[in-house]
C-alpha cells in the first residue's frame, strides 16, 4: 500500500468540515462571528482532525440569503474582518496542515452589486449582458423557482427597461450570464484573484444554474460544460493542486458528466447527492437495501475525482430525488411536524435531533460517513453533536451559533444573548447539554468518539482511494461493503437495524486472511471463515476491518 501517493491528488481523502465565520465565534463582542474569531480555533479543528476547511461566503452582501447574495467578489464584508484578517486566516490554517477552500456564488449577484445596477440601468449599459434579458420570459421556462415559498416564476420584469431578468433563486439574486465572454473572464480573475491569496480552490455554488443561461433557442452560442472545462484549465495553470467541488444535486448519470471526460477535466469533486438521499431512506427503513442499491447505481468515476459525502450541509436536506412515497416515508421518521419540512422536498433539521438524540444511531451514521466512498464533509457542530432551532426561519434553522461552552450564549459571544447573530437552540440540544468544553473532558463523548473515527480514516486511505464493492449479507438492515487499493483491502459493515443480529458477510477474499478491528468493538481480531464472515453485531453496530492477508505486516 503506497501512502505516499496520496498527496498529490489530496482531495481524494481529506476530511472537509465547513462552517460561517459569521456562527463560529465572536472575538469582539458584538453577536457576529468574526475571522478573528476562527483564527483563535483553527488549532481545535487541526485537532479533530480536519484537513481542509469550506468557508461559506465572507463577501460583502446585503446578507439577504445569509451571504449568498454578493456585491463584491473581491473583498470580506466588514462585519467580519478584513481581506487581511483572512489572508492570515489562511496562512495560520495552512501552518496547521489544513486548506482552505471558499464558496465560489458566481451563477448569481446581489441586485445591489453594481454590475446588476449598471446593467438595469439600460439596454445599452455596458454591463446590459452580464445578465439575462429577454422581452418575454419563455412560455415554458427550463426550470421550476428552487424556492418555491418565495418565487413563482425564474424570471422577473424589470421596470425601467420593461425587460425581463433570469433568476434561478431569488429575485434579488439575478443570475449572470455565463454565456458572455466578459463574465467568463470574470469568473477566471475572481478564482485567480482568491488562488494567489492562498486558497486551495472552490466550493461552487449551484452549478447546473450557471452553466444553464434561460433557454431561449438560438441566441446563446454556449457550451456549457466547456466553460467548466475551461475554467478547471485556467484553475490548474494558476496551482496544480487546486480543486472545485460542485453542488449539483442530480441523478448519478447527469450528475456524473460534471467531472468531465474519462480523464475527469471538469470539477474533482462532487457532492454524493443520491447516494445522501437514499441514506435517509434507509435510516428511515431500518433497511440497508435502498443505500445499497445507490451505491451500486454510481457510475464509475475518473481516476482523479471523488465524491463528497455528507449527512447534512447548511441547506435543508433535501429528499428531492426519491418518490413521492419514499419522501414521505423519511418526513414520517423524522419529520413529521409540517414546522420541521420546507418547500415540500426536505427537511430543516440536523441528524442528532432526527434520531432522537440516540447516541449509538448517531455514531453508525457518522461511521457510515466516513467509510462510504468519498471524501467526508461536516458541518460544524456535527462533531458534537448540535440540533436545530426550529425557531429560526427556514433554512438557517440549521445555522445557529457554534456550542463552545455551557454559558447562556455558548462561548460563541460575549455579546448579552438577545444580540447574537442568531439565537441558540433550547433544551436537550441547547448548549447546557451539548457543548464542546464538556465533550472533549469525557472520552465517551461523541466528539471524542469523532476524533478517534477521523484518526483511523486519515490512517486508511483504502476508504478514499479505493474501488467499493457491495458484499451480499444476510440481513436486510446490514450494509457491508469492501474497499481494495493497491494491495490494501477494507470491510466496513453497519446494521441500520434496531434489534441485534448475527450477519452472515461473503467477504470475497483470502479465506486465510484475518481481519483486524479498525475502531474501538473491543474485539482486536476475526477469523475469517472460508470466505465468509460471520459477526454479532449490537442495535445500530458498525465495524471497519483491514483485511490481513496470512503474510501480512500488522499496522497500529
Ligand atoms: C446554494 C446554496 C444555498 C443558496 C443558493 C443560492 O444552493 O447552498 O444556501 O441559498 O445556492 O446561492
Not at 441485534?500 to 474485539?523: F, K, M, R, Y
Request: hydrophobic share 35%; aromatic share 10%; glycine share 8%.
Amino acid at each position: 500500500m503506497s501512502t505516499a501517493r496520496t498527496s498529490d491528488l489530496w482531495w481524494k481523502n481529506a476530511v472537509v468540515y465547513c462552517l460561517d465565520v459569521e456562527t463560529y465565534l465572536d472575538s469582539d463582542g458584538d453577536g457576529c462571528g468574526d475571522v478573528e474569531g476562527l483564527i483563535e480555533r483553527i488549532d481545535y479543528l487541526a485537532g479533530i482532525g480536519v484537513s481542509c476547511l469550506w468557508l461559506m461566503p465572507f463577501y460583502p452582501s446585503p446578507n439577504r440569503d445569509d451571504g449568498y447574495d454578493i456585491t463584491d467578489f473581491y473583498a470580506v464584508d466588514p462585519r467580519l474582518g478584513s481581506l487581511g484578517d483572512v489572508v492570515t486566516l489562511i496562512r495560520t490554517a495552512t501552518d496547521r496542515g489544513m486548506r482552505v477552500i471558499i464558496d465560489l456564488v458566481v451563477n448569481h449577484t446581489s441586485d445591489q452589486h453594481p454590475w446588476f445596477k449598471s446593467s438595469r440601468r439600460s439596454k445599452t449599459s455596458p454591463h446590459r449582458n452580464w445578465y439575462v434579458w429577454r422581452d418575454e420570459p419563455p412560455a415554458e421556462p427550463t426550470a421550476d423557482v428552487v424556492f418555491p415559498d418565495a418565487e413563482d416564476s425564474i424570471w422577473t420584469k424589470d421596470d425601467k427597461t420593461g425587460q425581463w431578468y433570469l433568476h434561478h433563486f431569488y429575485s434579488h439574486q439575478p443570475d449572470l450570464n455565463i454565456a458572455h465572454p466578459a463574465v467568463r473572464e470574470e469568473v477566471a480573475k475572481i478564482a485567480g484573484f482568491w488562488l494567489e491569496l492562498g486558497v486551495s480552490g472552490f466550493r461552487v455554488d449551484a452549478v447546473p444554474y450557471l452553466i444553464e443561461t434561460g433557454g431561449v433557442p438560438g441566441d446563446v452560442d454556449l457550451d456549457p460544460h466547456g466553460f467548466l472545462k475551461d475554467l478547471r484549465a485556467f484553475m490548474s495553470r494558476r496551482r496544480g493542486d487546486s480543486v472545485l467541488l460542485g453542488e449539483v444535486n442530480l441523478p448519478p448519470r447527469p450528475l456524473r458528466a460534471f467531472f468531465g471526460d474519462d480523464q475527469g477535466d471538469e470539477l474533482q469533486l462532487l457532492f454524493g447527492f443520491p447516494v445522501m438521499q437514499a441514506m435517509y431512506l434507509a435510516l428511515a427503513r431500518r433497511d440497508a437495501r435502498p443505500l445499497a442499491e445507490a451505491l451500486e447505481a454510481n457510475p464509475p468515476i475518473p481516476p482523479d475525482c471523488q465524491w463528497a459525502t455528507f449527512v447534512r450541509n447548511h441547506d435543508e436536506l433535501t429528499l428531492d430525488q426519491l418518490s413521492d412515497d419514499e419522501r414521505q416515508e423519511v418526513f414520517d421518521a423524522f419529520g413529521p411536524e409540517p414546522g420541521m419540512q420546507l418547500y415540500g422536498r426536505g427537511l430543516r433539521r440536523r441528524l442528532p435531533p432526527m434520531l432522537d438524540g440516540d447516541q449509538q444511531r448517531m455514531r453508525m451514521v457518522y461511521s457510515l460517513l466516513f467509510s462510504l466512498p468519498g471524501t467526508p464533509v461536516l458541518f460544524y457542530g456535527e462533531e458534537i453533536g448540535m440540533g436545530e432551532n426550529l425557531d429560526i426561519e427556514g433554512r438557517m434553522s440549521v445555522r445557529s451559533p457554534m456550542q463552545w461552552t455551557d454559558e447562556p450564549t455558548a462561548g460563541f459571544s460575549q455579546a448579552p444573548p438577545s444580540k447574537l447573530r442568531r439565537p441558540l437552540p433550547e433544551g436537550r440540544f441547547g448548549p447546557l447539554a451539548v457543548n464542546v468544553t464538556q465533550q472533549r473532558r469525557d472520552t465517551d463523548s461523541l466528539m471524542s468518539w469523532m476524533e478517534r473515527v477521523i484518526r483511523r480514516r486519515r490512517e486508511t486511505p483504502e476508504l478514499g482511494w479505493g474501488e467499493a464493492t457491495v458484499l451480499s449479507t444476510s440481513e436486510p438492515a446490514v450494509l457491508a461493503h469492501r474497499s481494495d487499493w493497491e494491495d490494501g483491502s477494507v470491510v466496513a459493515v453497519h446494521n441500520l437495524g434496531d434489534e441485534p443480529c448475527i450477519v452472515d458477510i461473503e467477504l470475497a477474499c483470502d479465506p486465510h486472511s484475518t481481519l483486524v478491528d479498525l475502531l474501538d468493538s473491543g474485539v482486536a481480531t476475526h477469523p475469517v471463515a472460508g470466505d465468509r464472515l460471520e459477526l454479532q453485531l449490537e442495535r445500530y453496530g458498525y465495524r471497519w476491518f483491514r483485511v490481513q492477508p496470512p503474510s501480512g505486516r500488522s499496522a497500529p
